[in-house]
């Protein structure tokens, strides 16, 4: 598949771009072992160093390689980093699987009946062929990435790497020994890891009952009661996709809504969509305390205006993410790190240390896995293909989409209304906002839960944001992105011609409600 559709085909909720060490529950996950890999030779000095084989890492070091420089790629778990091995690939094709179980049962709002009429469709899940199909894709991703790797000629070393001065580097290799490298360029793309969970009784429970991103998805049966702590992107889609494959289903938030970034009538709808769908939402609360019960039970106390008790067999702690830094060293080489240890770095991606440069979400949000592959573009055009300065790309004002694979989907580009407000105070602000239920696609295939909402620039037309938070809302939402970028006002979105009965349709009405 070449480079370019495969970046096309990764898309994310949320981006990773550095994979955390193995674990038992993952190690299918290395069938990289099998590529050997090619060992670097005598000398220590590379034309460009790459740590860490995420979505920015591994096309860089391809690019660098290809342009006929010498190229070292340093990664200590696995290649193609978090998104295709624990992030966007295995996560959004688990959610397939979701989907496909609620279509299942939702048949006979269509006419369509797996048991007899008068009941309620039937559905079993099988976790086990749920966990393969998501293990076959990731293999056969990654496998894409180590060919690419290996035909470019870039030498990999599988270890971890930490700096011993501004240039030169030292390795743990996985066998045990060390070696030393330098680069002439080095760049830094490795990533974070989900947070460890830190909640009042956690040490109580099994360490197999406290799950993360990473560990939920090697599960070889459906949690009965699972409890979800944190209410952002990673916890809303994981959420909805175990109660859909039959679990009972608890998010704990801390604060008063879910996804904290988006424009509160948009948390607010995919709440009431959530628990439609029949999962227990937890606004306001905080875990107070943990304890066992009943052998594989526990209950958690939480606070909320008063106090409550949830029942649960499993925890996924979906609050936070946190960089992959603290074994880097950055200290020796002088990189200047944030007070939360994301590495800092300028609109050219550059770091405190000269020939040093970062990628990535270990530069701190946005952290998209579309966003570290803008990241290898930009020092793509500014370090190889082209030595002009004055034209040089930058991360300055870039628009910034994202989609929360949640059913539907939530698609955004740009400034939310509160953004718009406080970035531009002396624009005509303006607002128009949408139910999916006026959409008559959207009610043709009985999918109308949700809304869209713009905001524009009153006087002059320009759309400064969109959220669509509907059927296919990720799509929708490129279709308005693609208007922003191109400088197309809201008025000749309103006044084009749309195919019927599309979703971009909708893009004639909505402007209506301003």
Same mark, same amino acid.
């Given at each position: 598949?070449?480079?370019?559709?495969?970046?096309?085909?990764?898309?994310?909720?949320?981006?990773?771009?550095?994979?955390?060490?193995?674990?038992?529950?993952?190690?299918?996950?290395?069938?990289?072992?099998?590529?050997?890999?090619?060992?670097?030779?005598?000398?220590?000095?590379?034309?460009?160093?790459?740590?860490?084989?995420?979505?920015?890492?591994?096309?860089?070091?391809?690019?660098?390689?290809?342009?006929?420089?010498?190229?070292?790629?340093?990664?200590?778990?696995?290649?193609?980093?978090?998104?295709?091995?624990?992030?966007?690939?295995?996560?959004?094709?688990?959610?397939?699987?979701?989907?496909?179980?609620?279509?299942?049962?939702?048949?006979?709002?269509?006419?369509?009946?797996?048991?007899?009429?008068?009941?309620?469709?039937?559905?079993?899940?099988?976790?086990?062929?749920?966990?393969?199909?998501?293990?076959?894709?990731?293999?056969?991703? =990654?496998? &894409?990435?180590?060919?690419?790797?290996?035909?470019? #000629?870039?030498?990999? +070393?599988?270890? /971890?790497?930490?700096? $011993? %001065?501004?240039?030169?580097?030292?390795?743990?290799?996985?066998?045990?020994?060390?070696?030393?490298?330098?680069?002439?360029?080095?760049?830094?793309?490795?990533?974070?890891?989900?947070?460890?969970?830190?909640?009042?009784?956690?040490?109580?429970?099994?360490?197999?009952?406290?799950?993360?991103?990473?560990?939920?998805?090697?599960?070889?049966?459906?949690?009965?009661?699972?409890?979800?702590?944190?209410?952002?992107?990673?916890?809303?889609?994981?959420?909805?996709?175990?109660? =859909?494959? &039959?679990?009972?289903?608890?998010?704990?938030?801390? #604060?008063?809504?879910? +996804?904290?970034? /988006?424009?509160?009538? $948009? %948390?607010?709808?995919?709440?009431?969509?959530?628990?439609?769908?029949?999962?227990?939402?937890?606004?306001?609360?905080?875990?107070?305390?943990?304890?066992?019960?009943?052998?594989?039970?526990?209950?958690?106390?939480?606070?909320?205006?008063?106090?409550?008790?949830?029942?649960?067999?499993?925890?996924?702690?979906?609050?936070?993410?946190?960089?992959?830094?603290?074994?880097?060293?950055?200290?020796?080489?002088?990189?200047?790190?944030?007070?939360?240890?994301?590495?800092?770095?300028?609109?050219?991606?550059?770091?405190?240390?000269?020939?040093?440069?970062?990628?990535?979400?270990?530069?701190?949000?946005?952290?998209?896995?579309?966003?570290?592959?803008?990241?290898?573009?930009?020092?793509?055009?500014?370090?190889?293909?082209?030595?002009?300065?004055?034209?040089?790309?930058?991360?300055?004002?870039?628009?910034?989409?994202?989609?929360?694979?949640?059913?539907?989907?939530?698609?955004?580009?740009?400034?939310?209304?509160?953004?718009?407000?406080?970035?531009?105070?002396?624009?005509?602000?303006?607002?128009?906002?949408?139910?999916?239920?006026?959409?008559?696609?959207?009610?043709?295939?009985?999918?109308?839960?949700?809304?869209?909402?713009?905001?524009?620039?009153?006087?002059?037309?320009?759309?400064?944001?969109?959220?669509?938070?509907?059927?296919?809302?990720?799509?929708?939402?490129?279709?308005?992105?693609?208007?922003?970028?191109?400088?197309?006002?809201?008025?000749?979105?309103?006044?084009?011609?749309?195919?019927?009965?599309?979703?971009?349709?909708?893009?004639?009405?909505?402007?209506?409600?301003?």
């Amino acid at each position: 598949m070449p480079l370019t559709l495969r970046h096309h085909l990764l898309r994310v909720t949320r981006s990773c771009t550095r994979s955390v060490p193995r674990t038992s529950s993952s190690s299918h996950s290395v069938s990289h072992r099998s590529l050997h890999i090619m060992s670097a030779p005598a000398t220590s000095l590379y034309d460009a160093v790459v740590i860490g084989s995420g979505q920015a890492g591994t096309p860089l070091a391809s690019a660098f390689a290809n342009a006929g420089q010498k190229t070292l790629l340093i990664e200590r778990s696995h290649i193609a980093g978090c998104c295709v091995n624990e992030g966007c690939t295995p996560t959004k094709t688990m959610i397939a699987s979701g989907r496909a179980a609620y279509l299942a049962r939702r048949g006979q709002d269509y006419g369509v009946h797996t048991t007899d009429a008068k009941g309620a469709n039937q559905v079993w899940i099988d976790m086990q062929k749920v966990r393969q199909r998501k293990r076959d894709i990731v293999d056969s991703f =990654r496998g &894409g990435s180590e060919k690419r790797l290996k035909d470019a #000629g870039v030498e990999v +070393l599988m270890g /971890e790497a930490s700096f $011993v %001065a501004a240039m030169e580097l030292r390795v743990k290799l996985d066998d045990g020994s060390e070696k030393r490298v330098e680069g002439k360029k080095i760049f830094i793309n490795v990533g974070e890891r989900p947070a460890p969970p830190s909640f009042p009784g956690v040490d109580k429970l099994e360490k197999e009952q406290v799950l993360d991103s990473t560990t939920i998805q090697e599960l070889g049966a459906v949690p009965e009661r699972l409890v979800v702590i944190g209410g952002g992107y990673v916890g809303v889609e994981f959420a909805q996709l175990m109660s =859909r494959l &039959g679990a009972h289903v608890t998010v704990v938030q801390r #604060g008063k809504q879910l +996804l904290p970034r /988006e424009d509160p009538e $948009v %948390a607010e709808t995919l709440r009431e969509i959530l628990e439609e769908d029949g999962l227990d939402i937890r606004l306001g609360s905080e875990i107070t305390g943990a304890e066992p019960v009943n052998g594989d039970k526990f209950t958690l106390k939480i606070r909320t205006e008063h106090e409550d008790n949830i029942t649960g067999t499993h925890i996924l702690f979906a609050a936070g993410r946190v960089p992959n830094t603290e074994s880097l060293n950055l200290k020796s080489a002088g990189i200047a790190m944030d007070k939360r240890g994301y590495i800092v770095a300028d609109e050219f991606l550059a770091t405190s240390a000269k020939s040093v440069y970062v990628l990535g979400d270990v530069k701190g949000p946005p952290a998209f896995t579309h966003i570290s592959y803008d990241d290898f573009r930009i020092i793509k055009r500014n370090l190889i293909d082209s030595s002009e300065q004055l034209n040089k790309l930058s991360t300055k004002d870039r628009l910034v989409p994202y989609v929360v694979y949640t059913d539907p989907q939530l698609g955004h580009v740009g400034f939310h209304e509160r953004e718009a407000r406080t970035t531009f105070p002396g624009r005509a602000i303006r607002t128009a906002k949408m139910p999916m239920a006026y959409v008559a696609r959207a009610l043709e295939t009985d999918e109308s839960r949700g809304l869209m909402k713009a905001v524009v620039d009153g006087d002059s037309g320009q759309i400064l944001g969109f959220t669509c938070l509907g059927i296919e809302g990720g799509e929708v939402m490129a279709v308005v992105q693609t208007a922003m970028m191109g400088g197309v006002t809201y008025q000749q979105l309103q006044n084009a011609v749309w195919a019927h009965p599309s979703l971009a349709e909708s893009l004639n009405n909505l402007w209506g409600f301003l």
